[in-house]
């Protein structure tokens, strides 16, 4: 169909008396105006832009919308409209799947894979394969904490269990962020990760105890000056379990490889004089990104 906009180009383009065209551009611009907030806000049925919501920032209330829905819904994780709802509909409903996947997947329970597969160590070609106690392929595959100091409410147990028993995750990550209020100034973190590790001891999955470097970024500045004596500790209290593997840094970045490398041979060799087995994690530069 011809736009408003394109009618009153027309008009413009067209018409003699400069009163006329004058009015004709005015009116244009508010065309222009209206059509791109019918494209790009909430309220609209169909072309929904994305762009005004500054990654989420700008979502604020859900307004029922379609547009709020298509935009907003992978932010606030709810919408209230309602596919051929019109708008609306207060439900509350979450957001619909991608075509083919299933919105209501079987559980599967992955409790109990440590049994199954035991302490874990590098194999196969190259020795570059994760591999179990019998020499077979092992594949982890699970969820990583944010910061412990920021959501301490939800690491428990309970929470561990559902994501085991229906997501089927066999391996957790705590994540214990040195700087930024972690370990450095709040030792008590620490608590976390030795809750989260008996947890996981419990429920039969593996567990990654992250000493989380990323503000500084730099795993030789002096923030992380206890991780040595953290690692001595650490391995100290796991190195007969067989569930636990260690990441010593886990997003250096801002610094240069040997810089890096240089504080994995410092930690490398405190732990290995304790536990020679466990699986030792060691970051790269660029955020871990460099592999």
């Known amino acids: 169909p011809i736009s408003t906009v394109s009618v009153l180009y027309w008009i413009y383009t067209t018409m ?16 222009v105006a209206t059509e791109v907030q019918s494209a790009s806000c909430p309220g609209s049925s169909s072309n929904c832009a994305c762009g005004w919501t500054n990654n989420g920032a700008n979502c604020g209330n859900d307004d029922g ?20 709802g019109g708008g609306g509909g207060g439900s ?13 997947p079987p559980a599967v329970d992955n409790t109990g894979f440590v049994g199954c597969h ?10 570059l394969q994760l591999v179990d106690e019998n020499g077979e ?6 969820m990583s904490s944010h ?10 147990k309970e929470s561990l269990q559902y994501m085991v028993e229906h997501w089927g995750v066999n391996l957790f990550r705590a994540a214990m962020y040195v700087g930024e209020g972690g370990y450095a100034s709040n030792t008590g973190v620490k608590t976390q990760v030795e809750d989260i590790v008996q947890w996981c001891k419990e429920l039969g999955i593996y567990v990654i105890i992250d000493y989380h470097v990323l503000n500084p970024g730099n795993p030789n500045d002096g923030t992380y000056s206890g991780a040595e004596s ?35 041979n410092r930690i490398i060799a405190a732990i290995r004089a304790i536990d020679t087995e466990t ?13």
């Open 230 to 264: 953290f690692w001595k500790e650490m391995a100290t209290k796991y190195k007969d379990e067989k569930h636990v593997l260690y990441e010593i840094a886990n997003e250096p970045n801002g610094v240069t490889w040997p810089t890096i490398k240089a504080y994995h």
């Open 118 to 127: 035991g302490k874990l160590s590098l194999g196969g070609p190259g020795g």
């Open 92 to 104: 509350g409903s979450s957001c619909s799947m991608p075509t083919g996947v299933p919105s209501d």
């Open 279 to 291: 699986i030792i994690i060691c970051g790269t530069p660029t955020w871990s990104q460099e592999v």
């Open 147 to 156: 910061g412990l100091q920021w959501f301490p409410n939800c690491y428990s």
């Open 16 to 31: 003699g008396p400069r009163e006329a065209r004058l009015a004709a551009w005015l009116l244009l611009l508010v065309a």
């Open 65 to 84: 919308s379609e547009c709020f829905c298509r935009c907003c819904c992978s932010y606030t994780g709810s919408c209230n409209w309602q596919n051929g």
């Open 137 to 142: 392929a092992v594949r982890l595959m699970g």
